[in-house]
């Protein structure tokens, strides 16, 4: 079966481990319980996310006061991922971020830039920025586009959301650039996350909400992958032209109790 | 020669008759004598734009008031272009165009919208704007989006601004749809001018500074096409891998004693 072999479990946060929404989210049932069990049976564990509205530190603070055993030190994220690709290519990040991430960037140098960094800005996706940040790419000799991701939409209490994927688009078309994606579902993104737990693809297991970005993507490298029925999961996902995850679980809880029987 | 067998002219209007900026514009030098003299020729005229950042009365004004022979009759723009389009398709557009274009929706239905219209909304490009179209149309069963035009970007006396085909390709990527463009280069658009003119393709001229839009789009409905070296027009345009203008012109003046000789 899919559960044979493991030795390393990498785990999407929303809509896995909780429902996220601006009253700060729910714990999704059985899931704090399941993250003690994999810690308790030696596995090793890594949180997999492409959160880019806070910090880790704000982030890890929300799920312990979820009731969630996780450290900063447990998380792969795009914001610290896209700093080791600005530090390693001499980049000088023009940011358009949320608020919140911003302290990420605390070390980076961010003086006359040469490349555009885009998060999940929300609030600060004014037309006054989207501008600047689309001036500042159009003038380089060659336009240097990083985004934290390439997600389309999300859902929040107060309705749907355009997701970073979007405004990437935007500028992608005006600047007639394509993106490098920091985020799941690239390649690197994952490889890093395996370098962390120190487990090769072929001994680990990815389990997200996902289909594309969470599935689709540790899938292509060499990881297997369960989705979850839980989170933004639809029943058409069942149905995806291109991807089809090793097994479907009804949530994290139901993963946990499989994977732990055939240890 | 290009110029043989002309009965009609489809002029465009930013950077062929005047360059357009915050304080009003400039006319180009030449542009409003052209026009006259292509009127007292008895050839066929018509002002073919994608403006949409004011109803046709409002431009045809400010034209006018920079010294140009135009009337509201003779311009062919996208805005009445999409009201022909929702009428006949019984479409209820949401509008996210800009303040000043809305009075050229007056007659149409927009309650219970089914569709959305985008076009170069400015300082309307909000998040919260933005948010509100893309929840439209992802609530439809079949999303329809049209767009007045498809537009990288325009410069003006502040800066270069993400035109209408930035946010468009940010709708078309978060509801995986796929925009109608009713402006240049819309093989429709071109051929009502025509028909308003009264001269088939093989008749007529357009002359303009958008390699893509002007010259492309109409060499695509059987027309000559001419670039002026004004307005957008930038010296790499002559090497574009798909489009080759009919001629090259410095500018409209040129264009009008070339044609008016051969008469």
């Not at 559960?3 to 714990?27: E, F, K």
Request: net charge negative; with cysteine; glycine share 10%.
């Amino acid at each position: 079966g899919w559960a044979r072999a493991v030795r390393g479990l990498l785990l999407d946060v929303s809509g896995v481990l909780y429902d996220s929404g601006a009253d700060g989210g729910v714990p999704i049932a059985g899931s704090a319980e399941a993250v003690r069990r994999i810690k308790a049976s030696g596995l090793k564990l890594r949180f997999c996310t492409n959160e880019t509205q806070a910090t880790r530190e704000k982030f890890v603070k929300k799920l312990q006061g979820l009731g969630f055993d996780i450290s900063v030190a447990e998380v792969t994220a795009p914001a610290p991922a896209a700093c080791s690709i600005l530090k390693e290519r001499g980049l000088r990040p023009h940011l358009l971020v949320h608020d919140d991430l911003v302290p990420e960037f605390a070390e980076i140098d961010k003086t006359n830039p040469n490349c555009v960094v885009i998060g999940d800005a929300a609030e600060n996706f004014t037309y006054a920025n989207l501008n600047e940040a689309f001036r500042v790419l159009i003038g380089m000799e060659k336009p240097v586009l990083l985004s934290l991701g390439q997600g389309r939409y999300y859902k929040e209490t107060d309705g749907l959301k355009l997701d970073v994927g979007a405004y990437m688009k935007a500028l992608e078309y005006a600047c007639d650039v394509q993106a490098e994606v920091v985020g799941k579902p690239a390649k690197r993104f994952f490889e890093s996350a395996l370098a962390e737990m120190g487990v090769p693809p072929e001994q680990a297991i990815m389990i997200g909400d996902d289909i594309v970005n969470d599935v689709g993507g540790a899938q292509r490298c060499g990881m297997r992958a369960l989705q979850v029925r839980t989170g933004k999961y639809r029943p058409s996902d069942e149905n995806h032209p291109d991807v089809k995850p090793d097994a479907y679980v009804n949530n994290l809880a139901e993963a946990v109790d499989i994977i732990l029987r055939q240890l």
